[in-house]
């Protein structure tokens, strides 16, 4: 083993060997890492190796915190001799933060505390204007927000040219403003510099010592979104859904959600699991009779999708450990005379949520419960009670295996979903 402080010359730049990857890694590698992070100090180690800031998994060691791609890739150099660079695997769940916890330590998710804390001051007090007899905080910035935030959550370009944000942020401020307002997506484009988590670029100085007139806008053609430190922020998802659910509470409260969302491309967050899609029902096009009642056999077409390869062993791991029996309702199902049950993931995996797949995030229950979990009907509670986000549900403990770990993060995010959809949203 290197020993641990040891200076790798940054210089060198060996090629990734076949076969050697996260596997090689071992615990005294990780370890090593740690204390040259320690003897360098953070920004010195990340720039020697190459790395950035993590955005979404820290390490956790004896209370102090590393960014856990970066421990990886010099840990990998400990134990191989080739120090990966970023730019050389993949982070996340399924890759880096799986590898360490294998290991026995502690990865956590998210952006610093302070960071995010203040980012959603800022959206608590954004500057708004009040219209004329109307007390309500004009709706123009909100709105906008939203829309930057479903562009961020599709990995977007930052920044949008004028002509894009007015054609499509003003049918939003029409259809989700208050009543009677004008529509001028000008005003969000411009004054939302005031939350410092936005700039516009493209304005000549001369001209920007006041508000350009939308004839300035459309003469340079400035762009406008997110600063780089908050579309930084915003890219960890934990983030992300912390800010919608601020601004809806703050300034949308009585917007119905599931149309808010439809309109400003957030339909992702309506559901916790993978969003149905009408046009995949098999009789949409059939033949039919008179009574509309489906004729002859089913039509058939050709489709090409990508979908997320899950791990199957986590899957019969979970469903083994709870005895396929259903950790919300306790039953017990039967089909072609084997038990069956169905492994939920907590945070779902695909877009927007980007949740791991791993065994703290997955819940054995059965499929009636797994569309009401997923369709955001029902949540657990702080105190691990199972609720009805309707309060039409009797309340009733999750059931846990004691060797069945839940990450409380996990729980906690879809417990927010279910808050920022919910009509009536005090789920804790």
């Known amino acids: 083993m290197i020993a641990a402080g040891r200076i790798h010359d940054s210089s060198y730049r060996p090629t990734s060997l076949p076969g050697m990857g996260l596997g090689d890694i071992r615990y005294e590698h990780v370890i090593a890492a740690t204390e040259e992070f320690r003897c360098l100090g953070r920004d ?8 950035g800031r993590a955005m979404s998994y820290e390490l956790v060691l004896d209370d102090r915190r590393y960014d856990s791609k970066a421990i990886a890739g010099v840990a990998h150099g400990y134990a191989t001799g080739v120090f990966w660079k970023a730019r050389d695997f993949s982070g ?57 935030i479903s562009r961020a959550a599709d990995e977007r370009p930052r920044l949008t040219p004028w002509p894009t944000f007015r054609d499509e942020v003003g049918p ?51 762009q406008a979104g997110f600063t780089v430190e908050t579309a930084n922020l915003l890219r960890d998802p934990v983030t992300r859904l912390e800010a919608i659910a601020t601004i809806c509470e703050t ?16 339909s992702g967050y309506t559901t916790a699991g993978d969003l149905l899609n009408p046009s995949e029902d098999g009789n949409a096009d059939g033949a039919t009779d008179e009574y509309g009642r489906a004729i002859g056999p089913a039509p058939r077409r050709d489709a090409t999708r990508s979908v997320i390869v899950r791990d199957e062993a986590l899957a019969r791991r979970v469903k083994e450990l709870e005895g396929n029996r259903c950790q919300i309702c306790g039953t017990t199902l039967r089909y072609l005379n084997r038990p069956y049950s169905q492994a939920a993931h907590i945070r779902g995996l695909g877009s927007p949520h980007h949740g791991p797949d791993e065994l703290q ?35 009733r403990p999750l059931r846990r295996d004691p060797r069945h770990p839940m990450d409380e993060a996990h729980i906690a995010y879809h417990r927010t979903l279910c808050a920022l959809t919910a009509r009536k949203p005090e789920v804790g």
């Open 44 to 51: 010195e180690f990340l720039r020697t190796y190459s790395f």
């Open 92 to 148: 996340g769940a399924a890759t880096v933060a799986r590898c360490l916890r294998e290991l026995g330590f502690v990865v956590e998710t998210g952006e610093p505390s302070s960071n995010r804390a203040a980012l959603l001051a800022r959206l608590r007090n954004l500057k708004v204007s009040h219209g004329p007899g109307n007390p309500a905080p004009s709706r123009h910035q909100p709105l906008s927000l939203l829309w930057a």
């Open 172 to 222: 939003l401020l029409v259809e989700f403003g208050l009543p009677n307002a004008k529509a001028t997506p000008e005003y969000p484009f411009w004054h939302l510099q005031g939350s410092e988590l936005w700039e516009v670029r493209g304005i000549p100085a001369e001209l920007a010592k006041r508000m350009p007139t939308t004839g300035t806008f459309d003469e340079h053609h400035p």
């Open 251 to 266: 300034y949308l409260e009585d917007v119905d959600r599931q149309a808010l969302f439809a309109g400003t491309g957030l």
């Open 361 to 395: 995030n997955l819940l054995c229950l059965c499929p009636n419960c797994h569309v009401l979990f997923d369709g955001l009907e029902i949540y657990v509670d702080p105190d691990g009670l199972v609720r009805g986000t309707r309060g039409d549900r009797d309340p």
